[in-house]
């Protein structure tokens, strides 16, 4: 009696499709997480730009010059960056943490505390200098296509060119 075997062509051909079914997935895997990355930024930029509301309440201002916080301690800048020799004494988010009005610190789902145009993603927060109660939020999002115009008509123009912002929210 002849016993029922699979002939080795049989084997290679159904080994074939699970590759090819297997990439497909891994495929649309990444664009998966892409969107749910940006999702993240767009709920996170809704949640500081809540934060900076509640401080403008408190305080009258989205915290702008002279507060110590971002570049230069006027307020504007990488959202998360901290480093006193490099002219950012206190990150923005501290100061809103200070003020009680985060729980802990946001940051951006690639764990960036600042970027450029070509090395990744962060948060930033600009005051517009002859408007204070205007103020604008920025974030890289991975699914919306890069523009040099992205940012135009903000408190900064150049955040698209130079750091790769394509998404914004106006804080008021």
Request: net charge positive; with cysteine.
């Amino acid at each position: 009696m002849k016993q029922k075997a699979f002939t080795l062509i049989e084997l290679l051909v159904v080994i074939a499709i699970i590759g090819v079914l297997s990439s497909v997935v891994l495929v649309s895997l990444k664009g998966v997480r892409e969107k749910s990355r940006d999702a993240r930024r767009i709920s996170d930029l809704t949640q500081i730009r809540t934060a900076l509301i509640l401080y403008y309440d408190a305080y009258g201002n989205y915290i702008e010059s002279g507060s110590g916080c971002g570049s230069g301690g006027n307020g504007t800048g990488w959202f998360n960056y901290v480093n006193p020799g490099d002219n950012y004494p206190k990150s923005i988010v501290q100061c809103i943490i200070d003020a009680k009005f985060l729980p802990e610190e946001i940051i951006d789902p690639t764990k960036g505390r600042y970027s450029n145009y070509t090395s990744g993603y962060a948060y930033m927060k600009y005051h517009c200098g002859s408007n204070p109660k205007r103020a604008y939020i920025y974030a890289k999002l991975e699914t919306v296509p890069q523009s040099s115009i992205a940012t135009d008509g903000t408190c900064c123009d150049v955040c698209d060119s130079s750091y790769g912002m394509n998404y914004y929210l106006r804080v008021q």
